[in-house]
Structures are given as C-alpha cells and as structure tokens.
C-alpha cells in the first residue's frame, strides 16, 4: 500500500525560507512520478502543480529559482526546499505520486497525502 505523509508546514514571514518533507512508502521497486502540489484559498481554484520529478524536473514559472525539489531514495523521503517565500506562495501543500505518470496536472496523480499549510506573512 502506498503512502504519503507530509510534513515541515507552518508560518514564515516574506523572503524566509522553508522546507517540507514527503515520506513515501510503497513506491520502492516500481516507476514512478512525484511531486509537489498546492491549493490556495480561491473559489474554483484546484491544485496546481509546484514541482514533479518525472525523470526530469517540472517547477512550476511562480517558483523557478526559488524552490528545489529532491528525493532522498535512502529515507524514502521527497523534500522540498522553498527560499525566498512570498505571501502568495501561501496554501496547502500537497505530495502526491503516480505510476502512470501521464502529465503534471491534478487529475494525472492517484496517490495523495493529506497536505501540510505552508503561510507566508509578515
């Protein structure tokens, strides 16, 4: 059984840094797409990928240069490193995989944990 549990979340004030990590078990053995999603508090708004590793690296333009994403295949962890923080980059942070790894959007993972907030302000 695959799971996901995140964990690293709470506040920052603007242009601090945080790092979240992802403990991945059930993947070991198989190919596979991870990554990091988010939700912001906007009616109608889904959650928007922030970083995947597919093989290659996606980060989404908003974080490019700002975020890092790595896997740690010894801890079976998935981190993300996010520096210069801005209050927009407030939300609930999501790690997620897929085995079929047929795109970046929401709908092309199957696998979730349950989120961590990630809140930027001063």
């Known amino acids: 059984q695959v799971q996901l549990v995140e964990s690293g979340g709470g506040s920052v004030q603007p242009g601090g840094s945080m790092s979240l990590s992802c403990k991945v078990s059930?993947?070991?053995?198989?190919?596979?797409?991870i990554g990091w999603f988010r939700q912001r508090q906007f009616p109608g708004k889904g959650r928007e990928a922030v970083?995947?590793?597919?093989?290659?690296?996606y980060y989404a333009d908003s974080v490019k240069g700002r975020f890092t994403i790595s896997q740690d295949k010894v801890k079976n962890t998935l981190d993300l490193q996010m520096n210069s923080l801005k209050p927009e980059d407030t939300a609930m942070y999501y790690c997620?995989?897929?085995?079929?790894?047929?795109?970046?959007?929401?709908?092309?993972?199957?696998?979730w944990g349950q989120g961590t907030q990630v809140t930027v302000s001063s």
């Open positions: 970083a995947i590793d597919g093989g290659y690296i």
């Open positions: 059930g993947l070991q053995g198989r190919t596979y797409c």
């Open positions: 997620a995989a897929d085995f079929a790894c047929e795109g970046w959007g929401e709908s092309h993972f199957a696998i």
